[in-house]
């Protein structure tokens, strides 16, 4: 019986997040209005009734995409603010470090990245909190020695936020790159610009 219970449970968030899946392209394909819960059940293979199971309409289901792309976006952000100590040598690695899991998260799951910056009623102002909370990482990390003191944080804050948004806009049309790659490409951009050495 407890295993019966266990594989009904996996069944469910399987099913649940199967329609997390296809809504998500759904929405950025389509945008809001012209999604249709007929459409992301069909695409799922369950029935609608199924669908209320786990969601209330299609309001909250976009809602918690939005929210799922809020708060991955927050943890990246908390956890690439670069801690006081580090050696030289080391922080451009540490900042790639930092900044790969956004570039692996706008890859994997590109339909939700372009929910969150840009099919969403809320994404100016889910891009403005970004920015915001970036800028407070570079200023605590200016503060630590690490950028110079001249440089206004809330530009550098806005540039890095506006590569990310264009970069999710346009990544199909683009050569696929690891994010690694792509996330030292950028950090070399910000940290020595583009001028020949």
Same mark, same amino acid.
Do not use: C, W
């Given at each position: 019986?407890?295993?019966?219970?266990?594989?009904?449970?996996?069944?469910?968030?399987?099913?649940?997040?199967?329609?997390?899946?296809?809504?998500?392209?759904?929405?950025?394909?389509?945008?809001?209005?012209?999604?249709?819960?007929?459409?992301?059940?069909?695409?799922?293979?369950?029935?609608?009734?199924?669908?209320?199971?786990?969601?209330?309409?299609?309001?909250?289901?976009?809602?918690?995409?939005?929210?799922?792309?809020?708060?991955?976006?927050?943890?990246?952000?908390?956890?690439?603010?670069?801690?006081?100590?580090?050696?030289?040598?080391?922080?451009?690695?540490?900042?790639?470090?930092?900044? &790969?899991?956004?570039? *692996?998260? @706008?890859?994997?799951?590109?339909? !939700? =990245?372009?929910?969150?910056?840009?099919?969403?009623?809320?994404?100016?102002?889910?891009?403005?909190?970004?920015?915001?909370?970036?800028?407070?990482?570079?200023?605590?990390?200016?503060?630590?020695?690490?950028?110079?003191?001249?440089?206004?944080?809330?530009?550098?804050?806005?540039?890095?936020?506006?590569?990310?948004?264009?970069?999710?806009? &346009?990544?199909?049309? *683009?050569? @696929?790159?690891?994010?690694?790659? !792509? =996330?030292?490409?950028?950090?070399?951009?910000?940290?020595?610009?583009?001028?020949?050495?």
């Amino acid at each position: 019986m407890g295993q019966r219970g266990r594989k009904k449970g996996a069944s469910g968030e399987q099913s649940r997040g199967l329609l997390l899946s296809i809504a998500a392209e759904e929405f950025a394909l389509r945008g809001y209005h012209e999604t249709k819960i007929s459409a992301i059940v069909e695409k799922a293979g369950v029935t609608q009734p199924t669908f209320y199971l786990y969601f209330e309409n299609k309001e909250a289901l976009f809602h918690e995409l939005v929210h799922l792309f809020r708060s991955r976006l927050g943890d990246y952000t908390q956890k690439s603010r670069l801690e006081p100590g580090i050696a030289e040598a080391f922080i451009r690695q540490r900042i790639v470090e930092g900044l &790969t899991p956004f570039f *692996r998260f @706008f890859i994997e799951e590109p339909h !939700l =990245a372009s929910i969150g910056f840009s099919v969403a009623p809320q994404a100016a102002e889910i891009k403005d909190q970004l920015a915001d909370e970036i800028r407070a990482n570079l200023m605590s990390e200016q503060q630590a020695g690490y950028f110079r003191k001249d440089m206004d944080m809330g530009i550098v804050a806005d540039s890095i936020v506006g590569t990310m948004e264009r970069f999710i806009a &346009t990544q199909k049309a *683009r050569p @696929f790159k690891q994010p690694e790659i !792509l =996330a030292d490409e950028v950090v070399r951009l910000f940290l020595y610009g583009i001028a020949a050495p």
